[in-house]
T-cell receptor
């Protein structure tokens, strides 16, 4: 199985940078995903890492270290619309996802 | 239809009643999934199907059943609802038997009294 930990809440100021950490223990690793979920809505895909290193997509970047069981999602130039929950999910060898409980990010003006 | 649809959007159900949550996708994805999302626990996998005609159990399958008669539809049935099944239910799909990212439906908010 998977054990996935991420902080419950984070607060940041508009225009700032926030880093959301995710640590995991897994019995079979086949990739790590980050999803964004606004209140009352469905999760939407943000990023995917399967190899070590940094993946950049506009204002969002995601990093993976498989040896350390560690990933982070970096949100730059924060905007009010970035206020949401961010879900870390680990995929196993059978392509099933296990999700962390999510990190609620609040962006303040 | 574009993407994944779920029905109903919300439902209040008496304990002991049978309920089927519907999920339909038009992306021709092979793999489909049912999750429940509870405050503080995140998304938990109930059942999944890697391709039409096959299903498997996830982390929390008890009290739920699924079927996958065709590629597009993946209904979730609660045979006899209990209050602990009060949750938000999300259906998802992915291409390549699960190799791709998962796309989520809008969710069904279920309350069992």
């Amino acid at each position: 199985g998977q054990n996935i930990d991420q902080p419950t809440e984070m607060t940041a100021t508009e225009g700032a940078i926030v880093q959301i950490n995710c640590t995991y223990q897994t019995s079979g690793f086949n990739g790590l995903f980050w999803y964004q979920q606004h209140a009352g809505e469905a999760p939407t895909f943000l990023s995917y890492n399967v190899l070590d290193g940094l993946e950049e997509k506009g204002r969002f970047s995601s990093f993976l270290s498989r040896s350390k069981g560690y990933s982070y999602l970096l949100l730059k130039e924060l905007q009010m619309k970035d206020s949401a929950s961010y879900l870390c999910a680990v995929r196993d060898a059978d392509y099933k996802l296990s999700f962390g409980a999510g990190t609620t990010v609040t962006v303040r003006a | 239809i574009a993407g994944i649809t779920q029905a109903p959007t919300s439902q209040i159900l008496a304990a002991g009643r049978r309920m089927t949550l519907r999920c339909t996708q038009d992306m021709r994805h092979n793999a489909m999934y049912w999750y429940r999302q509870d405050l503080g626990l995140g998304l938990r996998l109930i059942h999944y199907s890697n391709t039409a005609g096959t299903t498997g159990k996830g982390e929390v399958p008890d009290g739920y059943s699924v079927s996958r008669a065709n590629t597009d539809d993946f209904p979730l049935t609660l045979a006899s609802a209990v209050p602990s099944q009060t949750s938000v239910y999300f259906c998802a799909s992915s291409e390549g038997g699960g190799a791709g990212e998962q796309f989520f439906g809008p969710g069904t908010r279920l309350t069992v009294l």
